[in-house]
């Protein structure tokens, strides 16, 4: 962040501190229907108009860092594979065989010269081209050219594999606009992946990103963790074009740190503002990160029914090697897990409420904006004339978007 920005930032968090009310000519937002967090037929929506039309998180770099390296996502709900090939260029593919359907792989990672289905022998290389049938005999006119594996779109930012299975949608860094070059201080190059680790809800979807696209809830889930050391009223929100946003929590006390941080190796690219406050961006859809100088969680949300979902966390610090990996890293993880089980253990809760008939629609604050940002978003994903109107969001925070 240079220093306009970072001048502006510390305007605004003064400014949300102070307040006694909305900013002058901030809307009210519409509710928000319960039907979006329970009606399959709106998940349906979301899977074919937005899941489907969206820079997804499919892996890091150093899960292919060989030529030949492959592994296995499933996340987006179809198998895809993720390869490098021998000339070192990353390439996804669906995990399915042109002649009739049977998966090229059927592990979650590997590494070899190319593809063999073990349907019926069909190979093929790692550039996705059709190489060899057997008994090409007894097929008629067989066009080996029409036949190479379906690829998917995918592209990188740093170390980390984005796909996109719309073929017409804009390249990933031109859809992030500002949050890309916001990024770049976090030197996503020299990235290493830390630890993965993935958790279960029995939840929608959205029910556990809301949380984590406000700070409302902090007084009431983490009254003797997060807020304790986080003012949610100077929380300031940046709602940015194609539904990606960033919130700035300032600290209760300017020169607290997070103690579970103290000695770790850090980025030394990073600007003041990630360094004396609570940053997290949301990269639209299903992206949440609160990075620091010492490293990035990465939270990433997946649906896999109108009622559950699984969350990743994925750790990224200085690249290091293994051998000088600080111990702290247990402790920091562990301390991040303990809030965010909180919120874990509540947003099964919600998802019950919300399946009842005491739940009709959600009237959003000023404060939960970058919640109503998101939904706007989506429908434009899906397209407003396919949503049912009793389903459908008015767009009504086109003005407070920053322009690009």
Known sequence: MDAKTTRRIKDNIAFEAARTEPPAGFPRLPDIAAARYTDPQFLELEKQGLWKRSWLYAGHASQVAEPGSWFLTRNTGTPILIVRDLQGELRAFYNTCRHRGGPLVTEEAGQGRGFVCGYHGWSYTLEGQLKSVRDKRDFVDLDFACRSLLSVRCETLGGWIFINEDADALGLRE??????????????????????????????????????????????????????????????????????????????????????????????????????????????????????????????????????????????????????????????????????????????????????????????????????????????????????????????????????
């Not at 690249?319 to 111990?327: F, H, M, T, V």
């Not at 247990?330 to 809030?339: L, Q």
């Not at 099964?348 to 998101?374: A, D, K, T």
Request: proline share 9%; aromatic share 10%; hydrophobic share 35%.
């Open 175 to 404: 859809s992030l606009g500002p949050l890309e070059s916001e990024l770049r201080q976090f030197d996503l190059d020299n990235l290493m992946l830390i630890n993965s680790r993935s958790y279960d809800v029995a939840c929608n979807v959205k029910v556990l990103l809301d949380v984590f696209l406000e700070v409302y809830h902090l007084k009431s889930i983490h009254q003797n963790t997060a807020d304790r050391f986080l003012d949610h009223r100077g929380m300031t929100a940046t709602l940015w074009p194609h539904g990606h946003s960033r919130m700035i929590t300032p600290n209760r006390r300017p020169d607290w740190t997070d103690p579970g941080t103290r000695g770790m190796p850090e980025i030394p690219s990073v600007t003041e503002i990630p360094r004396i406050n609570n940053v997290s961006y949301n990269i639209f859809p299903n992206i949440v990160m609160p990075p620091t100088a010492t490293g990035i969680p990465m939270l990433v949300f997946w649906p896999q029914s109108a009622n559950t979902m699984r969350i990743e966390c994925h750790w990224f610090g200085p690249k290091l090697p293994a051998e000088d990996l600080s111990p702290l890293w247990e402790t920091r993880i562990k301390n991040f897990e303990t809030i965010l089980r909180e919120d874990l253990g509540f947003a099964s809760q919600i998802q019950e409420s919300v399946e009842g008939p005491g739940f009709i629609g959600m009237p959003l604050n000023y404060q939960e904006r970058r919640i109503y940002h998101w939904h706007e978003e989506a429908d434009r994903r899906i397209g407003p004339d396919r949503v049912p109107a009793a389903m459908r969001v008015e767009q009504v925070l086109n003005d407070w978007v920053e322009k690009l």
